[in-house]
């Protein structure tokens, strides 16, 4: 199975921080990376798909890059409703498709 | 508007069985791959079953495999998880999902019900 190591596992930030996520694959996913937000009682939300592709509807200071192993969620800006938990999930070919443990934003 | 709800989750003892659905609105149904995932409280996301739009293909964690059977029934826009000889590692809020493109990227997911396996 392939696994998937967020870093760090939690971090504290301040509305107007730049806040990068990374999470490394344990074999080459290509461009195969999605990044989830989660707040607390609520279902996951896809924010990007394919490494770096913004769906629908999320907002631009969201930013996905790299491919292989190692990848990056970037927020610009951080607004209050950003304060929540991120998830990256491996979408490779196979299953199972294996998600992070998780990084969660909190307010400084 | 595009909406997943589940439902049947709630208190099973171990061994027993529980059949978890899904009703889906606001889109096509049958032209998606549908999941469910679950998630442990406390914890991250756990993949646990896919289903193909059309053709039945299916896929399972190995966890669940030889005790979960996921199924779907197009003419209902429903989709099923029936869950048998649950343990209490099974224990998790379940959400269905439906998948963006191919099998594994969700850009739609339920609110989830709860399964508790407790004696």
């Known amino acids: 199975d392939i696994q998937m190591t967020q870093s760090p596992s939690s971090l504290s930030a301040s509305v107007g921080d730049r806040v990068s996520i990374t999470c490394r694959a344990s074999q080459s996913i290509s461009f195969y990376l999605n990044w989830y937000q989660q707040k607390p009682g609520k279902a996951p939300n896809l924010l990007i798909y ?28 951080l607004r209050p409703e950003d304060f929540a938990t991120y998830y990256c999930q491996q979408s490779y070919s196979t299953p199972p498709w294996t998600f992070g443990q998780g990084t969660k934003v909190e307010f400084k | 508007e595009v909406q997943l709800l589940e439902s049947g989750g709630g208190l099973a003892q171990p061994g027993g069985s529980l059949r978890l659905s899904c009703a889906a609105s606001g889109f096509t149904f049958s032209n998606y791959a549908m999941s469910w995932v679950r998630q442990a409280p406390g914890k991250g996301p756990e993949w646990v079953s896919s289903i193909s739009g059309t053709t039945g293909y299916t896929n399972y964690a190995d966890s669940v495999k030889g005790r979960f059977t996921i199924s779907r029934d197009n003419s209902k826009d429903t989709l099923y998880l029936q869950m048998n000889s649950l343990r209490a590692e099974d224990t ?27 004696s």
């Open chain 1, 50 to 77: 394919a490494a770096s592709r913004l769906q629908s509807g999320v907002p631009s200071r969201f930013s996905g890059s790299g491919s292989g192993t190692d990848f990056t969620l970037t927020i610009s800006s």
């Open chain 2, 92 to 118: 998790a809020f379940y959400y269905c999902a439906k998948a963006l493109t191919g099998w594994a990227t969700y850009d739609i997911w339920g609110q989830g019900t709860m399964v508790t396996v407790s």
